[in-house]
T-cell receptor
Framework: AQSVTQPDIHITVSEGASLELRCNYSYGATPYLFWYVQSPGQGLQLLLK??????LVQGIKGFEAEFKRSQSSFNLRKPSVHWSDAAEYFC???????????FGKGTSLLVTP | KAGVTQTPRYLIKTRGQQVTLSCSPISGHRSVSWYQQTPGQGLQFLFE???????NKGNFPGRFSGRQFSNSRSEMNVSTLELGDSALYLC????????????FGEGSRLTVL
């Protein structure tokens, strides 16, 4: 069965500092991996996705993520965080059976001045 | 291009009642997925419809059902409501090919009293 673990429930970073959100997955085959962001009262927005190929993927809003098969990880990074990045971040894994994504419990990001 | 529209945005029901939620996907999108979001369980996949056919189904009781119309609009129904059904119900649409890019609506917030 596929599953996703986001070890950090809350993370606080200072504006301008770098950010790394952790994601570990469990999936028998090659996974399809995603990062979504949810602002308060909003739906989810796709930041980036990995299907195959280059293990470092670039997304919107200056985010990137690196797929590491040996560590079963897909961590999200941003070199310099902006106050507007404060939101809930979800890592998700999917297979080839359609759109049944399996989401992690999310990491809440707080950005301090 | 209009986004995914969900109605109603907020609703309050009592135990035992039933509820119907509506989702209008982005024009041209043929796949509609539904997710339940709660603080305890996080985001859980309910079902996905493609061209009026249920293509995937999550692990929810039969009280949860859905359908898709020929214009790709979708509805989900929950019968015999329980307190635990209180949640944000998110609809997501996509073109239909498996790219993983789901476009989410802002959700319908259901409170069961």
């Amino acid at each position: 069965a596929q599953s996703v673990t986001q070890p950090d429930i809350h993370i606080t970073v200072s504006e301008g500092a770098s950010l790394e959100l952790r994601c570990n997955y469990s999936y028998g085959a090659t996974p399809y991996l995603f990062w979504y962001v949810q602002s308060p009262g909003q739906g989810l927005q796709l930041l980036l996705k990995y299907f195959s190929g280059d293990t470092l993927v670039q997304g919107i809003k200056g985010f990137e993520a690196e797929f590491k098969r040996s560590q079963s990880s897909f961590n999200l990074r941003k070199p310099s965080v902006h106050w507007s990045d404060a939101a809930e971040y979800f890592c998700a894994v999917g297979g080839n059976s359609g759109y049944a994504l399996n989401f992690g419990k999310g990491t809440s990001l707080l950005v301090t001045p | 291009k209009a986004g995914v529209t969900q109605t109603p945005r907020y609703l309050i029901k009592t135990r035992g009642q039933q509820v119907t939620l509506s989702c209008s996907p982005i024009s041209g999108h043929r796949s509609v997925s539904w997710y339940q979001q709660t603080p305890g369980q996080g985001l859980q996949f309910l079902f996905e419809y493609f061209s009026e056919t249920q293509r995937n189904k999550g692990n929810f009781p039969g009280r949860f059902s859905g359908r898709q119309f020929s214009n790709s609009r979708s509805e989900m129904n929950v019968s015999t409501l329980e307190l635990g059904d209180s949640a944000l119900y998110l609809c997501a649409s996509s073109l239909g090919q498996y790219t993983g890019e789901l476009f989410f609506g802002e959700g319908s917030r259901l409170t069961v009293l």
